[in-house]
């Protein structure tokens, strides 16, 4: 019989792991870009709340999670781990395949976790607004939800490729009350500029980014929240994996591999980071970031300092990058179109604390239809690069014994029009070009 494993109350987490405190090597810190000096939380104070800023820079190894966070989060948390049996049976593999299922959240994905604390501490400190920007719209959906839990407004902007391949997640963003735009919009002067020199734009997190940060700064009671990439988020998505771990060990298991896939990196993060103690302990314990070959940040890209965003409005952050001008192409994983990943998930990279797996977008689309048929559920296109990066570890030899655990970071039961484009043969792979990437290093910053 198929069993979800939950965490019985006395069990629960109630401290988020920070990875920073046990990096070897230690962190670059954000630069100011203008003097190139590190920032100081007091400089970031006009678009974060202090509380997070505290978060993105402290060298604690464990934070407490709020019991109001905690609240909410009761609704879906703790996320169920399942053993993926029928999945096994189609492979004929002798490996154990666990999932964690992240898409029971009210967005139906891993974002509401970090959408919930960046509210909580936006209302905590008075804020009225929030400004952000969404890539595949998951991160959206969250913040809606989250704002509307603690009575903040938000407006969304939404990438323009995605605001028009994902029409139901505007819908499900409305449901929660945010206003969302396309980006580039006519709201900003970034994003007029850009329509102005091309109305056709399919949009990218950069530009996206430049816009909501744009908005934030442009109003006193406005602050700005990002889904991914930076140290906070990764923080807050440490539940993952710290309920995995705790799950795992109720039925006597550990993972030898842990896959997650990686746009911004904290889906991945998340996951994997609560297991690298274990492995600079000496486990053998294999942690595997996959990304899509269109936006290989992480398998082709520049390690260095980069802006997050196109209109150079965020720190500086030393990362791999694809260069903070990269325009990626309009593949259906929305939410891994970004051009730079988290400092955190480069410095395990760095430091040869994981792997990186760059993957097609077909062959993904083929992973998700098998794990629906087998599994029953429809994942997001972002969680079947994770798949597919599963079915090639229990597949590389069918006869060994491991246990892979994977993140099923969300459903995909808003993105079928992409399910649609796939079955009739319309999605392509694409090969991002060695050139482009000798190119984009023109373009970083001087540090």
């Known amino acids: 019989m198929k069993k979800r494993i939950l965490l019985p109350d006395e069990e629960r987490v109630t401290q988020w792991y920070n990875v920073m405190a046990d990096m070897p090597g230690g962190m670059h810190p954000p630069l100011n870009p203008a003097t190139k000096q590190p920032l100081t939380p007091d400089l970031m104070a006009p678009i974060f709340p202090m509380g997070l800023l505290e978060q993105e820079m402290s060298d604690k190894r464990w934070i407490d999670i709020p019991e109001e966070i905690q609240d909410i989060?009761?609704?879906w948390r703790p996320s169920p781990l399942v053993r993926a049996n029928f999945l096994e049976e189609k492979l004929g593999t002798k490996a154990k395949i666990y999932f964690k299922y992240e898409g029971v959240s009210p967005s139906g994905s891993h974002k509401t976790n970090s959408a919930v604390v960046q509210a909580y501490y936006n209302k905590r400190e008075g804020v009225k607004r929030l400004a952000t920007e969404t890539g595949a719209g998951q991160w959206g959906s969250a913040l809606a939800f989250a704002t509307h839990k603690f009575g903040l407004e938000c407006k969304v902007y939404m990438v323009r490729?995605?605001?028009d391949q994902k029409p139901y997640r505007k819908?499900?963003?409305h449901t929660y009350?945010?206003?969302?735009?396309?980006s580039p919009s006519p709201d900003t002067p970034t994003g007029r500029a850009i329509l102005a020199k091309d109305p056709n734009t399919p949009g990218s997190l950069g530009i996206a980014i430049s816009e909501a940060l744009e908005d934030a700064v442009s109003r006193e009671d406005t602050k700005y929240a990002l889904g991914s990439v930076l140290n906070h988020v990764c923080l807050h998505q440490t539940i993952i994996g710290l309920e995995a771990k705790k799950q795992l060990a109720m039925i006597g298991e550990s993972p030898d591999v842990v896959i997650g896939c990686c746009g911004g990196g904290s889906n991945?993060?998340?996951?994997?980071?609560p297991f690298l103690p274990d492995k600079l302990e000496g486990k053998d314990i294999r942690l595997i970031g996959v990304e899509p070959a269109s936006c290989p940040s992480l398998t082709k890209g520049i390690y260095a300092y980069d802006f997050g965003d196109v209109s150079e409005r965020t720190p500086l952050l030393y990362m791999y990058t694809l260069g903070h001008d990269f325009?990626?192409?309009g593949i259906h994983a929305g939410g891994l179109r970004y051009h730079g990943m988290s400092p955190i998930v480069s410095a395990m990279l760095r430091e040869n604390l994981m792997e990186a797996m760059a993957l097609h977008q077909v062959e993904c689309f083929e992973a998700g239809v098998l794990f629906a048929q087998t599994e029953g559920i429809i994942p997001a296109p972002e969680?079947?690069?994770?798949?597919?990066?599963?079915?090639i570890e229990a597949t590389k030899d069918p006869k060994e014994p491991k246990t892979i655990l994977f993140n099923l970071s969300g459903h995909g039961h808003l993105d079928l029009s992409s399910y649609d484009k796939f079955f009739a043969g319309e999605l392509h792979n694409f090969e991002y070009p060695a050139e482009a990437v000798a190119e984009a290093k023109k373009h970083l910053p001087k540090i």
């Open 177 to 182: 009350g945010a206003e969302i735009v396309p």
């Open 73 to 75: 989060w009761s609704i």
């Open 171 to 173: 819908s499900m963003m």
């Open 268 to 273: 991945f993060a998340g996951l994997a980071a």
């Open 383 to 391: 969680s079947c690069h994770a798949i597919r990066a599963a079915i």
């Open 161 to 163: 490729v995605s605001y």
């Open 327 to 329: 325009m990626p192409p």
